[in-house]
């Protein structure tokens, strides 16, 4: 079960949603979506990698913790397990312990800081973020259609 308590999962992927109409885009959507995953989930680092299926290289465009993990240059990707089941079949991966992360991850992460509370219990956390969505895009529907 999440650590967090009773949260408006809802109302914090509103949030994301509306900051997808501001200015300063992609950096407004990215901290909102930062926000709202630290309040539903929580997280010690948050980083957002953009993937180039031309050159089949990576480049981190969003971190919290840009001393560790900059955001800079590009790198190539090794074809793994990984980055076929995420990148080419489009599949979410949750990795449910910590050897999962380092087999996925296994460039330089500082897993005594990262991994730290990391495996609250995986199919809980599965099941809140599931129903967030759903009851996010719900809402979102019900009110487009009014």
Known sequence: MS???????PAHFA????????DGQPA???????????????????TILR??????ESDRVWTTQPAAYPVAGRKPLNPTFWSRHVLEQRRPYVG??????RAVFQEG????????DVM???????SQL?????????SLAAKVAN
């Open 3 to 9: 650590r967090r308590g009773a949260v408006d999962a």
């Open 15 to 22: 949030a994301v949603a509306a900051a997808m109409a501001e």
């Open 28 to 46: 407004a959507t990215f901290a909102a979506l930062e926000t709202a995953l630290d309040a539903v989930l929580g997280h010690k680092l948050f």
């Open 51 to 56: 993937y180039h299926a031309a050159s089949g």
């Open 96 to 101: 449910r312990s910590a050897d999962d992360i």
């Open 109 to 116: 992460l500082d897993f005594s800081t990262v991994l730290l």
């Open 120 to 126: 609250t219990i995986a199919d809980e956390v599965d």
């Open 130 to 138: 599931k129903q967030a969505m759903l009851g996010f895009m719900e």
